[in-house]
């Protein structure tokens, strides 16, 4: 989360900050990008200066694929003219039709100014469950080879992430300008958790919930977990439709999710943003 720290530090940023999440189903790319906005607006996903967009939802029809790109261009020229500070998030992208994303482009470019506005404080996040496999492959990859998750670095994964995304065409960025043009600033990889991560998010969503989080409950949850590659996770009462990895008697691993986990988000990473309510003095 430093990349979001230092743009909302940042006075006089030289584009829009532009993020794309991969990672196979219920990882937690939502929570992620829900975490973010939570401590940037104080009324989070419900604020008028945050646009949630469903590719299966707000882009059904192929043949409108023209008429969503021109009314996508209205609603974001219109609501960055009424906000700067807007945020956008683009959800199943992998679903949507190949192009219509490229219509955003210019707005995610290094401009000062487009038709008289700034995009330049404006955030772009991208969900997306292409290059899933890829993550998990390289993930099972350094298991094989007795290596820890932590072990896996960024550049492990990046470029194979990126040109997976680019020619899946399947996907939304199939071969898309916004790859191509190099405006997504990092594309972000959801690996799997171990066990002992899965505990944290339990004890997590207790504390939530305001329950007393207690160590022994959590494990006996997260051990009712089906791990592949015997089969896939579904249908847990703890961890709804959410995708398992792998376990065997000497080591487990878990949900698929962020290179850190999902509790660690919640309690330090994002905890220590910088509310974009604090410094714009908004209540959206």
Known sequence: MHAVNRFMKSDNPKKPLVLSFHGTGGTGKNLASQLIVKNIYK??????FVHY???????????????????????????????????????????????????????????HKLDGVSYRNAIFIFLSNAGGEILTQTTLDFWTAGKDRQEIKLQDVETALSSSVFNNNNGGLWH???????????????????????????????????????????????????????????????????????SNSSRQWGVLAPLYPVARIHQTQVGSLVPLTRRLHLNP
């Open 43 to 48: 009324k989070g996903m419900d604020s008028r």
């Open 53 to 111: 967009f469903h590719s299966v939802v707000h882009f059904q029809e192929n043949g409108q694929v023209e008429t969503y790109k021109s009314q996508l261009q209205h609603w974001i020229r219109g609501n960055v003219s009424n906000c700067a500070y807007s945020l956008f998030i683009f959800d199943e992208m992998d679903k949507m039709h190949s192009g219509l994303i490229d219509c955003i482009k210019p707005f995610l470019d290094y401009r």
């Open 176 to 246: 898309s300008s916004l790859i191509k043009s190099h405006v997504v600033d990092f594309f972000v990889p959801f690996l799997p958790l171990e066990h002992k991560h899965i505990v944290q998010c339990v004890m997590a969503e207790m504390e939530a919930m305001g329950l007393k989080p207690d160590h022994n409950e959590a494990c006996q949850m997260a051990d009712e977990i089906i791990y592949f590659p015997k089969r896939w996770f579904s249908n847990s009462r703890l961890l709804p439709n959410m995708t398992t990895f792998f």
